[in-house]
């Protein structure tokens, strides 16, 4: 079994940045995918961002890109989402998960694929 570990969200104003990071524990070398989702109240659950572990390919859903950006440290089995310019809209629960597998690019965001997920970390953006 695999834990992820989620960095403490935060309150931030519209405009503003924050970074959140995940810590993945306990069997880390069996993860090849790591990624972000997002939930907002009365919402599903929604793909944010992905990087593959081996050689840090990454996805980025088209209402982050250029804003948000995932990256990750595989020395310390980290993943970390840098989210620059937030917005009411980004307001929600970030959760972190992490798969086995390891998948074309175009395939990181189906969350029925990842097998392990954080306790999430709410993140408010006021406007």
Excluded at 41 to 66: C, L, M, W, Y
Excluded at 71 to 97: F, H, V, W
Aim: aromatic share 10%.
């Amino acid at each position: 079994q695999v834990e992820l570990v989620e960095s403490t969200g935060g309150w931030v104003q519209s405009g503003g940045s924050l970074r959140l990071s995940c810590v993945a524990s306990t069997r880390a070398s069996s993860i090849c995918t790591m990624s972000w989702f997002r939930q907002a109240p009365g919402q599903e659950r929604e793909f944010v961002a992905a990087i593959r572990r081996s050689d840090g390919a990454t996805n980025h859903a088209r209402s982050v890109k250029g804003r948000f950006t995932i990256s990750r440290d595989r020395d310390k089995n980290t993943a970390y989402l840098q989210m620059n310019n937030l917005g009411p809209e980004d307001t929600a629960i970030y959760y972190c998960a992490a798969a086995s597998a390891s998948w074309i690019v175009s395939a990181m965001g189906r969350k029925e694929g990842y097998e392990y997920w954080g306790q999430g970390t709410q993140v408010t953006v006021s406007s």
